[in-house]
């Protein structure tokens, strides 16, 4: 897979007018938008859940990656499913069979991702790598947008893509601009979450074109 896959967060998304930001994104080269839940409890921070998800849905073609950053995904992962999720993402920290999730994730036909945050080793998602169809590396704390990029935890990039299916795409998220996308693609990535960097850039289209 040569293509990057930008993600476009729209976290970092003027909310009140949510609709026009993702089809500004999209008009820019972007095919994917990637969707930030928190809880509150997970992380240190509340952001949308199911609702906002399905609005969106109803408003978009492009492929929803959602990434959960809650506790117990397990329960949210129909309703996100139905709410028209194509990859439903959730941390290996946050669950006690992440096999059990994965499974659950594709039994209503979608594509299943982990995350790990940036103390968890990449060696701890090696089991899963054969079933899942996306591992998302944080590079910094999950929780808040416009946080500064963790160099070393893009060092579990290599060690993920050594032990990984050809085909497992693998994303990473925090911190991510012109400069810190080539160092994350350099190093075997091939998707790009980022908020800020996009949208709070004049042009979108070439903020995209520089990640990738």
Sequence with gaps: MN????????????????????????EAGAKWVHIDVMDGHFVPNISIGVPVVKSIRKKTTMFLDTHLMIENPEKYVEAFASA??????????????PKKVIDLIKSFGKKAGISIKPKTEAKEIFPYLNDIDLVL???????????????????????????????????????????????CTSLGANSLVAGSYIYGSKDYKNAIISLS
């Design 3 to 26: 293509d990057i896959i930008i993600s476009p967060s729209i976290l970092s998304a003027d909310f009140m007018n949510l609709e026009t930001e993702i089809k500004a994104v999209e």
């Design 84 to 97: 028209g999720s194509d990859l439903i993402t959730f941390h290996l920290e946050a669950v006690a069979n």
């Design 137 to 183: 590396i944080m590079t910094v704390e999950p929780g808040f947008g416009g946080q500064e990029f963790m160099h070393d935890c893009a060092m579990k990039i290599p060690v993920i893509k050594e032990n990984a299916p050809e085909n497992l795409i693998i994303q990473v998220d925090g911190g991510i601009n012109n400069l810190t996308a080539k160092i």
